[in-house]
DNA sequence: TAAAAAAGTGTATATATTTGCATCTTTAAC
DNA sequence: GTTAAAGATGCAAATATATACACTTTTTTA
């Protein structure tokens, strides 16, 4: 069955490139061999759980991750762990890596946390700088990052560069 | 003007309830008081950014979040350089200045350089972030990015704040 | 292995959302 | 106060996405 192979070939594309439309998505995965019709990447997608969401400028873009999912159930916590590449400690700031689009939906996800240790995030497309409160040693933030999401260390390739 | 109520109504009823279709949340606004067309509510949920998102079974709801940044464009490469206003040393942090709009393309390039000394990057519509390593002195880190963005010295004005 | 059930898919179509255009309203400039 | 410019909106039409139905393939059951 070529279903599964087009699944993940369906994430790796929007984990790497900016689609906009089915009718797009559709055309990389004609350009990496797999084919379907716009009917079936719906429901490929459904199945996926992408998301339709705003970027900075008002326009969509598919994304892996829904973020309300997380935030509405904060049992589910560990879809946003899957959609983070790696963390790296910078001198006590913590820098988490996502895959393009999602940083916000995650640091969003973190700020509503109210943890202590963090003074606040910023965000980007794929990276968000995690500041902690004065006083909060690195080793501590990272503790604190993986409480708040569970599964984390065996996610991030790096986490002390 | 009924706008700014409007829109106010609009991000109320998404905090309170699931709303799956932009005629759903058209009647919840009458309910309210507030009146338009579906047209007219479309371009407002533009306007504030809100996406349409999975929930857990697949289905779509309208949520508030979204992503904030547009990817960069990784086709102009080449002249990254000629956008870069200056570039300032704060405490180990280096903050880049570009032109107006350019800094996400910036970014994405010096991201996409590979280098170790360099921890992650966030942009905003004029002004990168560039987060090193821990260890990584501001020294090392502007010889990096001279390495990255050649003839950046001779760009930039004031080189250390 | 045959039959039944479940899953996958395309076509055509339905549903949902966005947009071009014309119009009306508000704001800004004299 | 008049005119120009910008903003808001509805309507109709264009796009985009989802789904009903029929058909084929795969999996399960006995």
């Known amino acids: 069955m ?6 993940s070939e369906i994430e790796k594309i929007l984990g790497e490139e900016v689609i906009t439309s089915q009718e797009a998505l559709l055309r990389k995965l ?3 061999g797999s084919f379907c019709t716009q009917a079936t990447l719906s429901r490929n997608l459904r199945q996926l759980g992408v998301s339709r969401v ?3 400028n008002g326009n969509y873009r598919y994304s892996i991750i829904n973020d309300r999912k997380v935030l509405a159930d904060p049992g589910l916590k560990m879809n946003i762990v899957t959609v983070i590449r790696d963390i790296i400690d910078s001198n006590g700031l ?5 895959i393009p689009g999602n940083a916000n939906s995650t640091a969003y996800y973190i700020d ?3 943890r ?12 968000i700088l ?6 909060v040693k690195p080793g501590e933030l990272h503790e604190c990052l993986e409480a708040i ?3 984390l260390h065996r996610q991030t390739g790096r986490e002390n560069g």
Chains 1, 2 share one sequence.
């Open 2 to 7: 070529q279903k599964s192979k087009r699944l």
């Open 112 to 114: 509503n946390a109210g």
């Open 94 to 98: 913590m820098v988490i890596r996502t």
């Open 116 to 127: 202590h240790e963090i003074a606040g995030t910023i965000a980007g497309d794929d990276t």
């Open 54 to 56: 705003r970027d900075g």
């Open 30 to 32: 004609q350009e990496r």
């Open 130 to 135: 995690v500041i902690p409160r004065s006083g």
């Open 149 to 151: 999401l569970p599964g």
